[in-house]
C-alpha cells in the first residue's frame, strides 16, 4: 500500500450481522484511498455498493478484516473521533422546514462547537469559507426545502466541508439532478481533491461520467469482489466491460463509453462528410443500419448542405431520411 494512503482496507468483509445469522455481501476487499485523489465506486445494482460504503462510514461494523483510517482501525475511533475525520453525504433527499443553508452549514461545526453548539468567529469563519468554496454564497439565506435538488446537494457538500475532515464519503451525490447539474458536482469534488487535497470517495450510478472525471475506481461485483485502478488501467485490462457485461450492451474501451448493440439490419453508403454526414449514420446506428464506405451497400444516401437524397427524392431534415431508409429496409426484409 501507498505510504501517502489515508485509509488502507485489508481483506475486509461486509455484510450484516443478526445474532448467529451473518449475511455476507462483499468479502476480501484489499484497497487504498489516497488524499487528494477523487475515487469512484461503481458496480451493478446489487453489488454491494451501499454496504460497503456504509461500512466505511462506521454506519456498520466489519464482519472481518480492517479498515485503518490515519493509522488507526476503524473500531477503535468513538463517533465523536470519527465526526472529524470522515464527513458524509448521504442520498437520501432531505426534508427541513424552517432551517436556511447558512444554519445548515454551520451543523458542520458540530463536532467542535460542544454540547451548546455556541459557534466562535473561528467556527464562523470556517462556514463562511465553505459556502464560498462551494460557490452558493447567493443561496445561504434561503430555506432548505425551497432549494433544487443541485443546490440541496451543494449545500450538503459545504456542511461536509464545514465539518473540516480530510476524509468525506458520498452516497451517490448526483442523484436526481440533471446532466449539467451532475458534471458541475463531480468537478466540484474532483477540486477538493486536487486543490484542498481531501480524500473523496463517492458510489455512483453515473458510469460514463466517473470514467471522464475520476482519478481512481472500485469496480465491485460479487463474483471477483473490488477490483481497483485508473480508468483507463480498468478499461484496458477488460475488467470495466466484464463488470457492465449485459446483452446488447457492450463497453468501448477508446471512447470510454457504453453502446447499445442493435442487431444489424442493413448497411448503407453514405456520400458526403463532416457533421451532417456523421449525424446521419449515428441515426441509422440506432436503427440498426451501418454505414459502410469501404464497400457496396444495398443503399446510397446523398448528403449536400440543401438536402438529404435517397431513392431519388430529398429529404429536409434527418428524421425525415432515417424513416425513409428505416422503410426501405423494412420492405427488403419482408420481401
Request: proline letters at 3%; charged letters at 25%.
Amino acid at each position: 500500500m501507498s505510504p501517502r494512503s489515508s485509509i488502507i482496507i485489508s481483506d475486509l468483509s461486509t455484510g450484516y450481522s443478526s445474532g448467529r445469522h451473518v449475511s455476507t455481501v462483499t468479502s476480501g476487499i484489499n484497497a487504498s484511498l489516497i488524499p487528494g485523489e477523487l475515487t469512484c465506486l461503481l458496480g451493478p445494482n446489487g453489488a454491494g455498493k451501499s454496504t460497503l460504503l456504509k461500512t466505511l462510514c462506521g454506519f456498520l461494523r466489519p464482519l472481518s478484516g480492517n479498515i485503518i483510517i490515519n493509522g488507526r482501525n476503524i473500531t477503535e475511533y468513538s463517533d465523536h473521533e470519527l465526526a472529524k475525520v470522515i464527513g458524509v453525504v448521504l442520498t437520501e433527499r432531505i426534508h427541513i422546514a424552517n432551517m436556511s443553508v447558512d444554519e445548515l452549514v454551520a451543523l458542520g461545526r458540530s463536532p467542535y462547537t460542544g454540547f451548546f453548539g455556541r459557534m466562535s468567529l473561528h467556527d464562523r469563519k470556517i462556514v463562511d469559507e465553505a459556502i464560498k468554496r462551494v460557490g452558493i454564497e447567493n443561496l445561504r439565506t434561503r430555506m432548505i426545502h425551497t432549494l433544487s435538488d443541485g443546490e440541496r446537494q451543494k449545500t450538503m457538500i459545504a456542511k461536509a466541508l464545514a465539518q473540516e475532515t480530510p476524509v468525506i464519503f458520498l452516497d451517490e451525490p448526483t442523484a436526481f439532478i440533471d446532466y449539467p447539474g451532475k458534471v458541475e458536482i463531480m468537478q466540484l469534488l474532483a477540486r477538493l481533491c486536487h486543490e484542498g487535497g481531501k480524500t473523496v470517495f463517492l458510489s455512483t450510478h453515473d458510469v460514463e461520467l466517473a470514467l471522464q472525471i475520476a482519478d481512481r475506481i472500485w469496480l465491485i461485483n460479487k463474483a471477483e469482489g473490488v477490483k481497483t485502478g485508473s480508468p483507463e488501467d480498468l478499461s484496458l485490462s477488460g475488467d470495466m466491460a466484464r463488470c457492465f457485461r449485459r446483452e446488447g450492451v457492450r463497453f468501448d474501451p477508446a471512447a470510454g463509453q457504453f453502446m447499445i448493440d442493435n442487431v444489424c439490419r442493413g448497411h448503407v453508403n453514405i456520400k458526403g462528410s463532416g457533421l451532417r454526414a456523421e449525424m446521419v449514420g449515428k441515426a441509422l446506428k440506432r436503427r440498426g443500419i451501418s454505414v459502410e464506405n469501404e464497400n457496396p451497400a444495398q443503399a446510397v444516401i446523398e448528403i449536400n448542405e440543401e438536402a438529404y437524397r435517397f431513392d431519388g427524392r430529398d429529404y429536409n431534415d434527418i428524421a425525415s431520411i432515417v424513416a425513409a431508409v428505416s422503410a426501405f429496409f423494412d420492405a427488403e426484409r419482408e420481401n
